[in-house]
């Protein structure tokens, strides 16, 4: 990579964002991938790598890639960090950064979809209406006006390519 395309307040931002406060205690031990689980089964996911790219400016390789997805949330991690970086918190700062940059993974994408055009993420069966109404409980009907207009509102049709779209 170019050190031109380099961002050295890349580091800064992250720390400004909720959950990126610490990223930059970081002294790169690598405890963090000892214990891991999506390390196990994943390579491209490296906590001390994310975070030592971050630290180095690398904002688009960063951002635009999949790997800050990952990210389990299990706090493993976080439990062993001699340094209190809460990794799991970091990943989620640097999400956030992402999406308001516009990139966001695309099962994320996919989620904001299925809700927008669903108004769920599961689909309810006329078994699941026969199921509701013996147990008393109102149908679910197919219509998802009020979810459609809060994705109009949000801009959420935009990024989901949700039914309902001006």
């Not at 390789?61 to 999949?66: C, F, G, K």
């Amino acid at each position: 990579m170019a050190i031109s395309k380099l961002d050295p307040k890349f580091k800064d931002e992250v720390t400004k964002v909720p959950g990126g406060q610490n990223v930059k205690r970081c002294f790169q031990c690598g405890t963090c991938n000892v214990g891991c689980p999506v390390r196990e089964i994943e390579e491209k996911y490296n906590p001390r790598k994310i975070i030592r790219m971050t630290v180095l400016g690398m904002r688009e390789r960063v951002l635009s890639s999949d790997f800050i997805w990952l990210c389990s949330a299990c706090y493993t991690c976080q439990e062993r960090c001699p340094q209190d970086v809460r990794i799991p918190e970091v990943m989620n700062a640097l999400k956030n950064l992402a999406v308001k940059e516009g990139y966001i993974h695309s099962s994320f994408a996919k989620r904001a979809e299925l809700i927008g055009t669903q108004g769920r993420l599961f689909p309810i069966s006329k078994f699941d209406n026969t199921k509701r109404k013996e147990l008393g409980l109102p149908q679910i009907t197919p219509e998802n006006k009020e979810v459609q207009e809060l994705f109009r509102i949000t801009g959420l049709n935009k990024l989901s390519n949700a039914e309902g779209e001006e």
